[in-house]
């Protein structure tokens, strides 16, 4: 039976090592994560930030993964949740373009990034 397209990229994805990826690659991820950090950290405090953190608090969970800037030690989604408002808070978010030469933006990629490192630490990735 043929594989469906998720099932070959998921397969292509756990056999793909550290290795294989192009330098430039590398240096563009370590620069996404850095800046989707800083820009969540300009929203930890703002009012719905709070508000997602205070529900938080209340609705416990399981230690999964950690809130940005807090400590706070919480399920996957709801870290999920609080990160995500604090790196949009601020709309300071990359966008992405299939060449250099693009004029229309395909998105914000780095809104992946707070789910990933989520999904990350959950699974005691090494990274």
Do not use: W
Not at 13 to 22: I, Q, S, V, Y
Not at 28 to 48: A, N
Not at 95 to 121: D, K, N, Q, W, Y
């Amino acid at each position: 039976m043929a594989k469906t397209i998720a099932e070959q990229l998921a397969a292509e994805a756990k056999g793909l090592t550290f290795r294989e990826l192009p330098p430039e690659v590398v240096h563009e991820v370590k620069r996404l994560v850095l800046d989707t950090l800083g820009v969540g950290f300009g929203g930890y405090l703002s009012e719905p930030s709070q508000i997602i953190q205070s529900m938080i608090k209340e609705m416990s969970g399981p230690a999964e993964s950690t809130v940005f800037g807090s400590g706070l030690k919480t399920s996957c989604l709801y870290a999920t949740l609080a990160n995500g408002a604090m790196v949009r808070y601020l709309d300071y978010m990359d966008r992405g373009f299939l060449t250099r030469e693009a004029s229309s933006s395909m998105g914000h990629p780095s809104e992946s990034i707070p789910p990933i490192l989520a999904v990350g630490e959950r699974q005691h990735s090494t990274g």
